[in-house]
């Protein structure tokens, strides 16, 4: 619990968020047992040296510790040491896997026993959430004034709960032009989230609904790497279509988590090892980011406050309606939503049907 006058766990998490995008370190807990962490990507404080680095368990395993240090999850915070102190310099090639052909890593490297997993554990989802890589200097000197925090902050950060409605308005669409954009906001989060509804909204019917991430290069700017900008405006005719002729409705929820949750940088690293051979799993495992790691409780919260508590829930991915029902929601058809391949999408949807259980043939 707070002291008085001190910053709540839901700021302390916040600005964690925002002193890892600055480059900022972080200082978990007090006294002797506190460990302070420095971003390695973003890190201003050029000086900075340490002798050990938090890395991710797939990272470790390219570092050849995987004898050292089960890499069973490959997100997995592992510490290392080398032989003398690392500098951002040195930090850098170890931290970002895109740059390995351009730079042999040096070593050897040992990997450590990890006394502190859960203050581990919060960095790496922080980075994530921040949208950089997952990668820190380990009590670094020279490093800066931290930003203090818990680890159990990090869990009223993304409370779902938290999230409201802030305005809507009504909003014509080339598919449809009775349509109306709710927009969502949390405290902590400075994500705005939306939901389209189609159609007249009635709580006779189970809306016909579709959770969209975020695709900056598909959505706008016509990607053929993946197929969410087709997806997207083949939802929101298929809900237009059920307003007109079935007197049905749908939600459209457009979800500010890019690249399943890892964001766009951190995307566009992936695409760099996809064009060294990796597939989508691959690349973000090397990248020491989960593959899926979108927040359907947040999806779920949405719906809620929209009145949907039992959907048709348009999508080819069995997860999400799992992850839906899980929190709450009543998913009364999966309906499928497959689209045609091309030539630059077709191993991506291959590895979604292969490796990640999409219902694609």
Not at 1 to 28: I, K, N, T, Y
Not at 139 to 155: K, M, Q, R, T
Not at 256 to 270: P, T, W, Y
């Amino acid at each position: 619990m707070s002291q008085p006058g001190a910053p709540s766990p839901e700021r302390r998490a916040a600005q964690a968020v925002d002193a890892l995008r600055h480059g900022w370190p972080l200082v978990f807990g007090e006294g002797p047992d506190a460990v302070t962490l420095l971003p390695i990507e973003t890190a201003i404080a050029s000086g900075a040296t340490s002798g050990r680095l938090l890395i991710s368990a797939a990272r470790a395993a390219t570092l050849k510790l995987a004898n050292q240090r089960e890499a069973a999850v490959p997100h997995a915070p592992v510490l290392i040491h080398g032989g003398e102190p690392f500098t951002l310099a040195d930090a850098t090639p170890i931290a970002d896997p895109a740059l390995d052909l351009a730079n042999p890593l040096k070593g050897p490297f040992r990997a450590e026993p990890l006394a502190w997993e859960e203050t581990a554990r919060t960095a790496m989802e922080l980075a994530r959430i921040a949208g950089i890589l997952p990668a820190f200097m380990v009590d670094p000197e020279d490093a800066g004034e931290p930003h203090p925090l818990l680890a159990e902050d990090l869990a009223a950060y993304s409370e779902a709960a938290r999230l409201r409605i802030v305005t809507r308005a009504r909003l014509p669409i080339a598919a449809s032009e009775t349509c109306e954009i709710v927009a969502f906001r949390s405290p902590a989060d400075t994500r705005e989230h939306v939901a389209l509804i189609v159609g007249k909204q009635s709580g006779e019917t189970a809306p016909l609904v579709r959770l969209h991430s975020e695709c900056l290069t598909g959505d706008i700017l016509g990607s053929l790497k993946c197929d969410c900008g087709p997806q997207l405006d083949a939802a929101l005719h298929a809900m237009a279509k059920e307003a007109r002729e079935k007197d049905g409705w749908g939600i459209l929820l457009y979800l500010r988590q890019e690249g399943r949750g890892i964001g766009l940088v951190n995307k566009l690293r992936a695409y760099r090892l996809q064009d060294q051979g990796f597939d989508t799993v691959e690349a973000n495992q090397r990248l020491g980011l989960p593959d899926e790691a979108r927040d359907f409780p947040t999806a779920a919260r949405m719906l809620d406050l929209l009145g949907a508590g039992a959907i048709r829930l348009l999508t080819n991915n069995p997860a999400k309606v799992e992850a839906l029902e899980a929190a709450g929601i009543a998913v009364a058809e999966r309906v499928a939503h497959q689209l045609p391949e091309n030539p630059h999408n077709a191993r991506y949807l291959a590895t979604k049907r292969d490796r990640s259980g999409h219902l694609l043939t």
